[in-house]
């Protein structure tokens, strides 16, 4: 069929009105096609289904099983979740990451995962105990239940822990011997009732250990636990200031007239990181001539108790002079270690005459662990020669004038 047969088409009019009713039936022709799987589906459908129907657990243990609640139904819905039946000496709840869970929305052809959270009492002994879920919609017409049989089994050999226990998730420090050294330790009491606890600690000679609640300051010798309660508190060790580098065991004791307990602590000293430096005399200044170097002799010495490595010299002077060190760097600066070093320090050659102040820093370490700096006083004066010279100029003009007033006299 061509155009010219069909006259109206070429309307302006009527051929917007044939664009907007296409428009208007390709999205029912599409909703159609996303919507056809759907038929397929039952009206109404739900399910509770356990990943784990059956498991088996250790005496004391905790149980944790997903739970996948399924609606397998053309529409959405709101599915009421309880557990019908709970054995005798258990908690149990569902639940989702961080809250307890009653009911869920759950979308047509989709699922929402769940945890089943089941906690044995300390009397729960060996045996199987049956855990049911059931779910339910919001209007009572669907009813879904979901069973986990939980075995338990005696440990072999090992026991339920009881009375007092401390736990540490940083059990060994390191750092230089002038530091403090802060652990954090929890402290959970595994009695049936209530009680206080006694802190002590064993440590190396001259060495101090502190209690404190955590993120407090105070100081505290003990503790008042509830049944079942846990507490995290800080134990602060301050080693001996004149302790050798190495590893030092440090035991935290607790105690009641019931129980006891114990964890040990373990401080690795690296040692201090100090040094000095100076000259003999103690004097900081030093003359000089603009242009010409001059030298000065000072000390470093590792006042420290660990070996200070890669110990090099930088300077701070100002602009266009010359500072070098022999030797330019010591590798290695043992405790107590002395070494002279030689520092030339060379004005600039426009340099006025006066006092210029320059720095001398010496940094042991990459990044470095310890630094020192001196400041000195640089006095620049201008060459001898020119001072001869300038000598040399008053007397001739002197002799100048006495030769010129002994012939004018004459006269």
């Known amino acids: 069929m061509r155009w010219k047969h069909k006259p109206w088409l070429r309307s302006p009019g009527c051929f917007m009105a044939v664009l907007f009713a296409v428009a208007l039936y390709c999205p029912v022709v599409s909703g159609e096609t996303q919507d056809a799987p759907k038929k397929d589906l039952p009206p109404r459908a739900i399910s509770i289904s356990p990943e784990y129907t059956g498991v088996v657990v250790p005496r004391g243990d905790d149980v944790d099983i997903d739970l996948l609640v399924t609606n397998g139904g053309r529409r959405d819905e709101n599915v009421d979740l309880r557990l019908a039946a709970v054995p005798d000496g ?27 959270w089941a906690e044995p009492s300390k009397d729960v002994g060996p045996g199987s105990y049956t855990f049911v879920v059931q779910g339910q919609t919001e209007d009572g017409q669907l009813t879904s239940t979901g069973q986990v049989v939980v075995t338990v089994e005696e440990k072999e050999g090992k026991k339920r822990p009881e009375g007092i226990q401390l736990v540490t998730s940083y059990p060994v420090l390191t750092g230089p011997t002038d530091a403090k050294f802060e652990f954090s330790v929890e402290v959970e009491n595994k009695l049936d009732k209530d009680g206080i606890f006694n ?12 209690f404190k609640p955590a993120y407090e300051d105070k100081f505290i010798s003990s503790l008042r636990l509830k ?3 846990s507490q995290t508190m800080a134990v602060e060790v301050t080693p001996n200031p004149r302790a050798e580098p190495g ?6 004791k607790i105690s009641s007239p019931q129980t006891e307990g114990k964890v040990e602590l373990t401080v690795t000293l ?14 900081l200044s030093l003359s000089a001539v603009k242009g010409e170097p001059a030298l000065l002799s000072f000390y470093v010495k590792n006042t420290g108790s660990a070996p200070l490595n890669n110990v090099k010299f930088l300077s701070f002077q100002p602009e266009n002079w010359k500072v070098t060190f022999d030797p330019e760097s010591v590798d ?10 030689e520092v030339s320090i060379t004005p600039a050659g426009q340099a006025l005459v006066g006092d210029y102040s320059v720095g001398l820093r010496v940094e042991a370490g990459s990044p470095p662990k310890a630094d020192k700096t001196i400041e000195l006083r640089v006095s620049v004066t201008a060459s001898a020669t020119w001072g001869w010279i300038g000598i040399g100029l008053i007397v001739c003009v002197m002799a100048g004038l006495v030769f010129l007033f002994a012939r004018l006299g004459r006269r």
């Open 90 to 116: 258990w908690k149990a709840r569902i639940k989702t990451y961080s809250f307890g869970v009653t009911g869920v929305h759950v979308k047509s052809d989709s699922g929402k995962n769940l945890t089943l």
């Open 199 to 210: 802190l002590a600690a064993e440590a190396p000679e001259n060495w101090t250990v502190n």
């Open 227 to 229: 049944a079942g309660q």
């Open 247 to 252: 590893t030092y065991p440090v035991w935290v």
């Open 270 to 283: 690296t040692g201090t990181f100090k040094i000095d430096a100076g000259t003999a005399t103690g004097l």
């Open 332 to 341: 290695t600066l043992a405790p107590q270690e002395l070494k002279q070093v």
